[in-house]
């Protein structure tokens, strides 16, 4: 039996097919997936999350495996490496809003005992049904309060997709298997 999915995956490649099947939407609590997540929706901006699930595995290597300790020594060195590596996205503003950002993580971690604490807090841990968007009331707090932290390329529209891809928000269709 074949699976009906959402209709923004149907027909797509498999790596589309597999990021829908097994983590789109799906909850995470871990601060390193929530971390490299929200590095990942970041590069997004203005691209296809194709492009960014293509590079994914060049993400990594290249920004340490997302080691928030890493990134946030990036010096002038590491941000040229960067700019230099083919494999991934080569936005300077973006490279440097990812140091940026890692740092501003790091306190929200000190300040809430974990960035989940803090993301999951927005909703008191429940995850939102269907609403089949791209912004929010929810996106633009969050964004809101994330920019007033000082992070940057986190408007609502970015933050609602990451918001869908940590599982705080689930839209899959209803007449998704996943629904």
């Not at 993400?59 to 990036?74: G, H, L, S, V, W």
């Not at 968007?133 to 986190?154: N, P, W, Y």
């Not at 933050?159 to 839209?171: A, Q």
């Amino acid at each position: 039996m074949i699976k009906k999915r959402c209709s923004w995956v149907e027909g797509k490649e498999k790596i589309y097919l597999k990021y829908h099947d097994e983590e789109w939407c799906v909850p995470k609590y871990d601060d390193n997936i929530l971390f490299e997540m929200l590095i990942l929706e970041s590069f997004q901006a203005g691209l296809s999350w194709i492009t960014i699930l293509k590079k994914r595995d060049a993400f990594r290597e290249a920004f340490d495996d997302f080691d928030i300790e890493k990134i946030i020594d990036y010096d002038e060195n590491k941000v040229n490496e960067l700019l230099e590596n083919e494999k991934i996205i080569r936005h300077k503003g973006k490279i440097n809003a990812t140091i940026a950002n890692a740092g501003v993580f790091k306190k929200i971690q000190k300040e809430y005992g974990s960035f989940s604490n803090y993301i999951w807090g927005f909703t008191d841990g429940k995850i939102i049904k269907a609403e089949y968007k791209t912004k929010s009331e929810l996106s633009d707090k969050i964004a809101k309060d994330l920019k007033k932290r000082g992070m940057k390329f986190v408007g609502s529209t970015t933050i609602y997709s990451y918001l869908e891809s940590i599982g705080i928000i689930d839209n899959h269709t209803k007449d998704c298997y996943k629904y």
